[in-house]
């Protein structure tokens, strides 16, 4: 997608701090962290959010779940714990339309979120 900020990074044009890329997921740095470690996986396919995921692309869920834990367990974060989000739509506090999913750690974070 020619205007998507995260297709930017994807091919280069907006750079970012990658922590992994394979064939169908990326993974960076939050350039606006919100706990000392905050990493985006995303699909390399343009996906708006999580409610444009269907039948056809429903893969896409264990590519970034998995991915996430994966990464989590490799930066030790499975002791103390971690939070992933996906914020969709509006309301849902979605600022990319790209389908992230946000990898949060090492502070007590609040529930309920704001
Ligand atoms: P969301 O509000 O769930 O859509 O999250 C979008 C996230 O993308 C926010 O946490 C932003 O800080 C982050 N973000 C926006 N632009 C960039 C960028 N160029 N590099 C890394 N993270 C970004």
């Known amino acids: 997608m020619d205007d998507c900020?995260?297709?930017?990074?994807?091919?280069?044009e907006i750079p970012a701090k990658f922590i992994h890329s394979d064939g169908d997921t990326a993974a960076f740095y939050d350039v606006n962290p919100q706990?000392?470690?905050?990493?985006?996986i995303i699909p390399k396919e343009h996906i708006a959010s999580s409610a444009e995921?269907?039948?056809q692309n429903?893969?896409?869920?264990n590519?970034?779940?998995?991915?996430?834990v994966q990464?989590?367990?490799e930066l030790?974060?499975?002791?103390d714990g971690y939070r992933m989000v996906i914020n969709t739509g509006e309301q849902g506090g979605q600022t990319v339309p790209h389908l992230h999913l946000?990898?949060?750690?090492g502070r007590n974070l609040g529930w309920p979120p704001g």
């Open 63 to 68: 590519k970034i779940l998995g991915r996430a």
């Open 76 to 79: 030790n974060l499975d002791k």
């Open 35 to 40: 706990a000392p470690t905050h990493i985006l």
């Open 102 to 105: 946000h990898l949060l750690a």
């Open 5 to 12: 900020i995260f297709c930017k990074i994807l091919n280069g």
């Open 58 to 61: 429903s893969d896409v869920w």
């Open 71 to 73: 990464i989590a367990h």
């Open 53 to 55: 995921v269907d039948s």
